[in-house]
Each structure stands twice: as C-alpha cells, then as structure tokens.
C-alpha cells in the first residue's frame, strides 16, 4: 500500500477536502476524511461509474458514494473513511501458533492494513526475556502469529498510515494473553562441567575440562560432571532427559535440571523435552565425548628450578587410579604419590637427590577398564591396550622403567 497526498494521474481531476491516495495494485483509491467531494480543473464533464453509465453530465463537481469512476480519461475509485465499529479480537493460542479472531464491520472498497504488537520470550543466554515483536498483515477475520510461550499485552493497531495522512488519531484494541492461556512450550538447553583448572605447575591431565562450557565436538578427559538446565518457558510442567552412549539409551530422568558422570570412554547424546498438558517442545540435543584412557612416562626430568620439567610426572587422561613408587639403584623407596596430577621433584627427605637413575613401578586404572579389573602383580609389563586379546586389560596399566634425574643449570 502506498499513500501520497491526493492527485489524479491525468491532472484534471482533484480532491476537495482532507483526502489520501492509496495505491492497491493497479487501482488508485482517494480515500476522503468527511465527506466525497471531487472537482473537475477544466470545467463541466461527464462523470461515469465503472459500469460505464453517466453518474453525473455537465458539471464540474460532485459529491459521489463510495465506489469506482471515471472522469476526464482517467479511472479511480473513491472510499469515506469509517472507523471500525465493535472492533474486538480474541486468542486462541495453540502449541505451533496463535490466532487472533478479530470482530467487527471490516468491509472496506480497500484493504486494510493491520500491526500487531506483542512480547515474543527471547533466550539471552542466561534467561527468556520479554522482545518486542511485530507482525504487519491484512486486517481479517482471522490473523495467524508465531507460538506465544509467555503471558503478553497484544496490541491490534489498523490502518495506521492512512489515520496519520488523514489527522485522524490511532486506532487499536488491546488483550492480554494471561500465563494460564499459554499452551505453547519451549526449553534452552544449557550444559556446565564441573571444571579442572590449571595448578600454577602446569596441569598434566591431556583435555581437562578447564571450562564449565564444553567445546562441540571435543573429547575429555573423565570422569566429568555436567550439569544439564532445561531453562523452560513459564508454561513448561514436566522434564524429559534421555541419555544416549551411541544407540544405547541409558539414562532418563524426569528433573528440571540433573548432573550425570561421564567416566566411561565414548560419545553421549543428552536429548531434553519439556511439556504440559497440552504441548510438547522440539526435542533439544547435545554431546559428550569422553576420551579413552592414556598414560605416559617420560624417561627424564630436570629438576633445576628453570621451570621446565622440573618435576617427574606423568601425561594422562581417563584414569580413575593411579600410584607410583620410585626406588634408588639398591631398590630403596625413596618417594611415592597417588594422585596423577602430581609428581616427584626430585627430593629425598628434603634434600636433592643424587643425579642419575632411578627406577619406577607404575599401577594405574583408566575409566573404561573392566569394573572387575585387577593388576597381576608388580612385574613390569608392557602398556596393555586394545591391541591386547585379552579386552579384560583394557584401561589397566602397570608399568615400570627408569627415570633420570638430570638437574643441568
């Protein structure tokens, strides 16, 4: 629709009196404030209807009902404006949208333009929030809006822009739509780890959560906690999580918000619903990867204060025990730690040791190692892996070797 102030194309025509044109396709309509009246600048015409029948001979103006004419070879159609009486709409919400069915005389020579106002919930990360939002339509008997989760003011406005060109002051209606009449639900998923921060040495786990956001598509170390928050729309009644390894589903829960441990090596699907009585959301869906378990020993460390491999550790991820002891060359213990984040730093009884070998016996279990998995004694054997035919030793480390202790300058 397109409003300019009145003119007949071919200039022989015009408007008397406050009036806008409207163009609606091919058809130019005036549309008049109080009352039709057209003059004709080159004095008496013929004035015609659009059935080609004389509508008045011989005169220069008329005031004529609304409808269709030509004059002056030009055509056009001409409309008083009314104001909508008993305008009213209701609101039927449903779970994919909602719809206005609005009441009252909308019969008009043009179409008439409509704005709809309304709170649409938007996620800003941390909460819905209200987001103005706007849908420009036809004024008829029914208008369709997107699904609406949350109460809101909806404001129907109506041919606002001709009002305007006209001095005539806006026109709308307004109803609430209350929480209780809201069907439609939604959730935003949102999964924070339990994170494993750096220690000023430098941590030694390989891809540690050190984030409670869990990057798409990257493998942790396990076990890791997360915590999953269905973050519902305020019409949401009831929590549906299910928790996939590859196909196997093998968690549900019924919580608006739960924690799982991911220990086990693999890939883990956590797909989140909410519902009520009468809607259910779009299923929400995110994944876990676990990395498989891993150990490395180096063969020397340079405990010289320069803080670079100052310390014997390990290199691991996945492991849910560890213990290492480390003897001198007459078979003395001489130090021993069971957590895989610490490490030797070259000290015997708070004084440096001697530079030179020394020997380690490593017994260590990672995550995906069998629950019934045990050590077959303090013997030094090869790392055993998949590789492995026997699947029992999966995830199962005993290791020993030497350690040089080189403090350099």
Known sequence: ????PCSLRAG???CVGEATQVVQGHDTIFIFRDEIHLRSKIGPIEWYRADGSIYASG???????DGCYTAAGSAFCVALYKDIEDLAFTIEPTCD???LHVTGDLTSVYARACSIDYNALAWNTEAWVDSAANVTTTLKPTILLPALYGPTPITLSYDSEIRDALGLPPASVTVNLPLEDVKAVKMELVALATARENDPAGNNEMDRPT???????KSYSGAVEVAFYSNPTPAARFYHWSIYKASELIAQ???????YDFSEPGSYRVVGQVNNEYCTSDSVETVINISESYLHVPNVFTPNGDGHNDEFRVAYRSLR????WVYNRWGKLVYQWSDPDKGWDGMIGGRPAAEGAYFYVIRAMGTDAAKNASYVGLKAVYQKRKTNSDASVIGVYQLSGDINLIRGK
Do not use: A, K
């Open 1 to 4: 629709m397109l409003l300019v």
């Open 97 to 99: 949208n909602t719809l």
């Open 253 to 259: 829960r019924h919580d608006i918000s739960i924690r």
């Open 321 to 324: 025990e560890f213990h290492c």
């Open 211 to 217: 984030d409670q956001h869990l990057s798409p598509g």
């Open 59 to 65: 005169c220069d103006e008329i005031y004529p009902e």
């Open 12 to 14: 022989n025509i015009e």
